[in-house]
């Protein structure tokens, strides 16, 4: 009889010793699943610092200056924000390219940006739409820059 419940004893905790296995590894594999979907969570709904939703380029007619326009979203914790801005850089690739224009979007979307080179040292960017200017160079690499769009009243700092 002792013989009897010392095996059933030895029984009791080789079972206990493989449950208990299979529990630690269960609770493993659970804690890496759960780790790798909350990094995946974390990460989804961020975009990075801005996400460009729309740009375009103008070659000047010399070709020695590039004006890029793009429009920015960002979008987090605290922060729903969205502009155009059009640059100007010279035409090679390691060139630093020079913002000219930035307009706010806050409730108005900018349509139909156009950038026109009247000549090699005059460029017209017209629009629609915008709430404000937020900034705006009137001459950059001996370039004029003239703007012509809905906001263009609206600049920063005025009612």
Not at 78 to 102: C, H, P, Y
Request: glycine share 8%; hydrophobic share 40%; with cysteine.
């Amino acid at each position: 009889m002792w013989g009897r419940r010392m095996l059933s004893l030895c029984r009791l905790r080789s079972v206990g010793r493989r449950l208990s296995l299979a529990l630690r590894k269960m609770l493993t594999q659970s804690a890496f699943f759960i780790a790798i979907a909350m990094v995946g969570l974390a990460t989804s709904g961020c975009k990075g610092p801005n996400e460009t939703i729309w740009s375009a380029q103008s070659k000047s007619p010399d070709n020695k200056l590039v004006a890029m326009a793009r429009t920015e979203n960002v979008d987090g914790p605290g922060i729903n924000a969205q502009w155009t801005a059009v640059s100007l850089r010279q035409n090679f690739d390691s060139a630093k390219a020079i913002e000219v224009l930035t307009i706010d979007e806050d409730s108005v979307a900018v349509r139909n940006l156009k950038m026109n080179w009247i000549s090699p040292w005059h460029l017209d960017i017209s629009y629609d739409g915008g709430d404000r200017i937020i900034f705006q160079a009137i001459k950059c690499l001996g370039v004029d820059v003239t703007v012509q769009g809905s906001s263009y009243s609206n600049r920063a700092g005025t009612n």
